[in-house]
């Protein structure tokens, strides 16, 4: 199981912030934004090691790797 930020869309925003900030924009003046989390679940692995993962949790999951 991983739980953690979304990489592309982490790093898709930053180019925009660079382009503001060299346009003379300050950086505190720029607002925050939040990046969405992405839950993910490897059954493959999960059953290598004789875990079985609950169908709640499976549900909760962004993404399931079967």
């Given at each position: 199981?991983?739980?953690?930020?979304?990489?592309?869309?982490?790093?898709?925003?930053?180019?925009?912030?660079?382009?503001?900030i060299?346009?003379?924009?300050?950086?505190?003046?720029?607002?925050?934004?939040?990046?969405r989390?992405?839950?993910?679940?490897?059954?493959?692995?999960?059953?290598?090691?004789?875990?079985?993962?609950?169908?709640?949790?499976?549900?909760?999951?962004?993404?399931v790797?079967?």
């Amino acid at each position: 199981m991983s739980y953690g930020p979304n990489i592309p869309e982490f790093y898709r925003p930053l180019g925009i912030y660079a382009g503001r900030i060299l346009s003379g924009r300050k950086p505190g003046d720029l607002p925050v934004r939040t990046i969405r989390s992405e839950f993910v679940i490897n059954l493959k692995t999960a059953k290598a090691l004789g875990l079985t993962i609950p169908e709640t949790l499976l549900a909760t999951a962004d993404e399931v790797i079967r």
